[in-house]
C-alpha cells in the first residue's frame, strides 16, 4: 500500500536561513506524482510543487525546490531564504488512484 | 479564476443532527474530492467525482455520508445523524483530468458535533 512518513513532527529555522523538510513514500508503482502543499493556520491547503517519478530533474518553484532521490524513495521540500510567512504544517503526498494520500506534516516555525 | 470555495466555513451541530456542506471548485475542473481532515494529522481521501459521476468511495464514508455532483458543478457532502467522531475538517479539491496534475483545495468547512 502506498505510504508517506514525515518523521519531524516539528522545526525551527532562522528567518533568511533555508530549511530541509523530510519525506519518504512506499510505493510498488512504477509511475507516480509527489507534492508538497503548505497548510497555513486559517487552514487551507496550498499547493507548492510537484515531481513525477519520471522526471529526471529535480522540481523548483520560486524559493521551494524538491530533492528527489528515487532509490531511496525520499522526496525532501527544500525551502530557501525563509520568510516569517513560511510557518505553518507542510504536507508530504503521493497520487495513488487519482487520489492523494498524505503524510501526518511537519509544523516549520521560523523565527526572526 | 475565483477558487475553490466551501460554505460553510465553520459548523456547529448537536449529535443526531444532519449537516450539509457545499463546495464550488475552479469552474473549468472536471474533477472534485473531498477529503476529512482530524487535528494533527493530513487529509484522508473520502470521495471524488469526474464531472456528476461519483468513481470512488473510501471505506472512510459511512452509510450515513452521502456525496453529490448532480450537474457536474458544485457539489454537497451530507452527513446524517452525526456522531462526535464526525468533528473534524472537510477539504473540498478540485482538478482538471488531462491537465496539470494538482489538486487545488478550498479553506475547508470545520465541523464540530456536542
Known amino acids: 500500500a502506498q505510504k508517506i512518513t514525515q518523521t519531524q513532527p516539528g522545526m525551527f529555522v532562522q528567518e533568511k536561513e533555508a530549511v530541509t523538510l523530510d519525506c519518504t513514500y512506499d510505493?510498488?508503482?512504477?509511475?507516480?506524482?509527489l507534492f508538497w502543499y503548505k497548510q497555513p493556520s486559517s487552514g487551507e491547503m496550498i499547493f507548492l510543487i510537484y515531481?513525477?517519478?519520471?522526471?529526471?530533474q529535480n522540481a523548483t518553484e520560486g524559493r521551494y525546490s524538491l530533492n528527489f532521490q528515487k532509490a531511496r524513495k525520499s522526496a525532501n521540500l527544500v525551502i530557501s531564504a525563509s520568510q516569517l510567512g513560511d510557518s505553518a504544517m507542510y504536507f508530504c503526498?503521493?497520487?495513488?488512484?487519482?487520489?492523494?494520500?498524505f503524510g501526518a506534516g511537519t509544523i516549520l516555525r521560523v523565527k526572526s | 479564476d475565483t477558487g475553490v470555495s466551501q460554505d460553510p466555513r465553520h459548523k456547529i451541530t448537536k449529535r443526531g443532527q444532519n449537516v450539509t456542506f457545499r463546495c464550488d471548485p475552479i469552474?473549468?475542473?472536471?474533477?472534485l474530492y473531498w477529503y476529512r481532515q482530524t487535528l494533527g494529522q493530513g487529509p484522508e481521501f473520502l470521495t471524488y467525482?469526474?464531472?456528476?459521476?461519483?468513481?470512488?468511495k473510501s471505506r472512510l464514508l459511512s452509510d450515513r455520508f452521502s456525496a453529490e455532483r448532480p450537474k457536474g458543478s458544485f457539489s454537497t457532502l451530507e452527513i446524517q445523524r452525526t456522531e462526535q467522531g464526525d468533528s473534524a475538517m472537510y477539504l473540498c479539491?478540485?482538478?482538471?483530468?488531462?491537465?496539470?496534475?494538482?489538486?487545488?483545495f478550498g479553506p475547508g468547512t470545520r465541523l464540530t458535533v456536542t
Open positions: 503526498a503521493m497520487e495513488y488512484g487519482n487520489k492523494l494520500v
Open positions: 515531481q513525477g517519478s519520471y522526471d529526471q
Open positions: 510505493t510498488s508503482d512504477p509511475s507516480y506524482g
Open positions: 469552474s473549468e475542473h472536471n474533477r
Open positions: 479539491a478540485s482538478s482538471l483530468w488531462g491537465g496539470t496534475y494538482e489538486q487545488y
Open positions: 467525482f469526474q464531472n456528476e459521476a461519483q468513481l470512488e
